[in-house]
Protein backbone atom coordinates (compact mmCIF):
# COMPACT_ATOMS: atom_id res chain seq x y z
CA UNK A 1 0.00 0.00 0.00
CA UNK A 2 1.14 3.89 -0.50
CA UNK A 3 -0.35 6.62 0.94
CA UNK A 4 -0.01 9.98 -0.72
CA UNK A 5 0.02 13.35 0.99
CA UNK A 6 -0.12 16.82 -1.40
CA UNK A 7 0.49 20.49 0.44
CA UNK A 8 1.61 23.46 -1.14
CA UNK A 9 -1.68 24.22 -2.60
CA UNK A 10 -2.69 27.91 -2.48
CA UNK A 11 -4.27 31.09 -3.80
CA UNK A 12 -1.77 32.87 -6.18
CA UNK A 13 -1.96 35.76 -8.67
CA UNK A 14 -1.77 35.04 -12.38
CA UNK A 15 2.26 35.35 -13.17
CA UNK A 16 2.66 34.04 -9.46
CA UNK A 17 4.40 30.75 -8.64
CA UNK A 18 3.79 27.87 -6.28
CA UNK A 19 5.16 24.41 -5.48
CA UNK A 20 3.27 21.55 -4.82
CA UNK A 21 4.70 18.48 -2.80
CA UNK A 22 3.44 14.90 -2.55
CA UNK A 23 5.07 13.18 0.41
CA UNK A 24 4.71 8.94 0.06
CA UNK A 25 4.31 6.16 2.86
CA UNK A 26 5.79 3.30 2.51
CA UNK A 27 8.69 1.17 1.47
CA UNK A 28 8.29 1.23 -2.96
CA UNK A 29 8.16 4.54 -3.54
CA UNK A 30 11.44 4.41 -5.36
CA UNK A 31 10.36 1.78 -7.62
CA UNK A 32 7.28 3.57 -8.54
CA UNK A 33 6.38 6.25 -11.49
CA UNK A 34 4.31 9.25 -10.04
CA UNK A 35 2.59 11.48 -11.64
CA UNK A 36 0.53 15.10 -10.96
CA UNK A 37 -3.46 14.96 -12.58
CA UNK A 38 -5.09 18.20 -11.66
CA UNK A 39 -9.28 18.23 -12.01
CA UNK A 40 -11.03 21.54 -12.62
CA UNK A 41 -14.83 22.09 -11.70
CA UNK A 42 -16.78 20.88 -14.13
CA UNK A 43 -13.99 18.99 -16.26
CA UNK A 44 -12.69 15.50 -16.56
CA UNK A 45 -9.25 14.56 -14.52
CA UNK A 46 -6.36 15.25 -16.79
CA UNK A 47 -2.86 14.37 -17.13
CA UNK A 48 -0.53 17.50 -15.87
CA UNK A 49 3.01 15.77 -15.55
CA UNK A 50 4.93 12.00 -14.47
CA UNK A 51 8.51 10.73 -13.33
CA UNK A 52 10.24 8.42 -13.87
CA UNK A 53 11.06 5.73 -10.47
CA UNK A 54 14.90 7.50 -11.47
CA UNK A 55 13.31 11.04 -12.34
CA UNK A 56 15.54 10.54 -15.44
CA UNK A 57 12.38 10.38 -17.48
CA UNK A 58 9.99 13.01 -17.07
CA UNK A 59 6.95 14.09 -19.38
CA UNK A 60 4.75 17.25 -19.40
CA UNK A 61 1.28 18.40 -20.88
CA UNK A 62 1.54 20.30 -23.46
CA UNK A 63 -0.05 23.16 -21.65
CA UNK A 64 1.86 22.98 -18.76
CA UNK A 65 5.64 22.45 -21.22
CA UNK A 66 8.44 24.97 -20.08
CA UNK A 67 6.28 26.07 -16.96
CA UNK A 68 5.83 23.28 -14.57
CA UNK A 69 8.73 21.54 -13.37
CA UNK A 70 8.71 17.25 -12.12
CA UNK A 71 11.04 16.63 -9.66
CA UNK A 72 11.47 13.80 -6.72
CA UNK A 73 13.57 12.83 -3.84
CA UNK A 74 13.47 9.31 -3.57
CA UNK A 75 15.04 9.66 -0.15
CA UNK A 76 12.56 11.48 1.03
CA UNK A 77 9.63 9.69 -0.42
CA UNK A 78 8.31 13.14 -2.31
CA UNK A 79 7.83 14.07 -5.17
CA UNK A 80 7.61 18.06 -6.70
CA UNK A 81 5.55 20.16 -8.84
CA UNK A 82 7.31 23.15 -9.20
CA UNK A 83 4.42 26.10 -10.73
CA UNK A 84 5.69 28.94 -12.57
CA UNK A 85 3.65 31.71 -14.64
CA UNK A 86 0.65 30.13 -13.37
CA UNK A 87 -2.22 31.19 -15.57
CA UNK A 88 -6.18 31.56 -14.38
CA UNK A 89 -6.80 28.61 -16.55
CA UNK A 90 -4.36 26.54 -13.79
CA UNK A 91 -7.05 26.55 -10.70
CA UNK A 92 -7.88 23.33 -10.48
CA UNK A 93 -7.51 20.80 -8.05
CA UNK A 94 -4.07 19.18 -7.95
CA UNK A 95 -3.88 15.36 -7.41
CA UNK A 96 -0.33 13.31 -6.94
CA UNK A 97 -0.44 9.60 -8.02
CA UNK A 98 1.47 6.83 -7.89
CA UNK A 99 2.21 4.15 -10.84
CA UNK A 100 3.10 0.28 -10.02
CA UNK A 101 5.30 0.51 -12.92
CA UNK A 102 8.41 1.96 -12.88
CA UNK A 103 8.11 3.89 -16.51
CA UNK A 104 6.65 7.15 -17.40
CA UNK A 105 2.58 7.03 -17.74
CA UNK A 106 -0.28 9.76 -18.93
CA UNK A 107 -3.30 7.65 -18.65
CA UNK A 108 -5.03 7.67 -15.12
CA UNK A 109 -6.15 4.11 -15.27
CA UNK A 110 -2.64 3.00 -15.38
CA UNK A 111 -1.76 4.85 -11.28
CA UNK A 112 -2.96 2.85 -8.52
CA UNK A 113 -2.91 4.92 -5.95
CA UNK A 114 -4.13 8.58 -5.45
CA UNK A 115 -3.79 11.62 -2.94
CA UNK A 116 -6.93 13.44 -1.19
CA UNK A 117 -5.26 16.94 -3.55
CA UNK A 118 -4.48 19.97 -2.91
CA UNK A 119 -6.38 23.25 -4.52
CA UNK A 120 -4.70 25.73 -6.89
CA UNK A 121 -6.60 28.61 -7.50
CA UNK A 122 -4.96 31.40 -9.68
CA UNK A 123 -6.65 34.98 -9.65
CA UNK A 124 -6.54 36.93 -12.47
Known amino acids: QVQLVESGGGLVQAGGSLRLSCAAS????????MGWFRQAPGKEREFVAA????????YYADSVKGRFTISRDNAKNTVYLQMISLKFEDTAVYYC?????????????????WGQGTQVTVSS
Open 26 to 33: GRTFSSKA
Open 97 to 113: AANSGGVVATMRTTYNY
Open 51 to 58: IGWNGKST
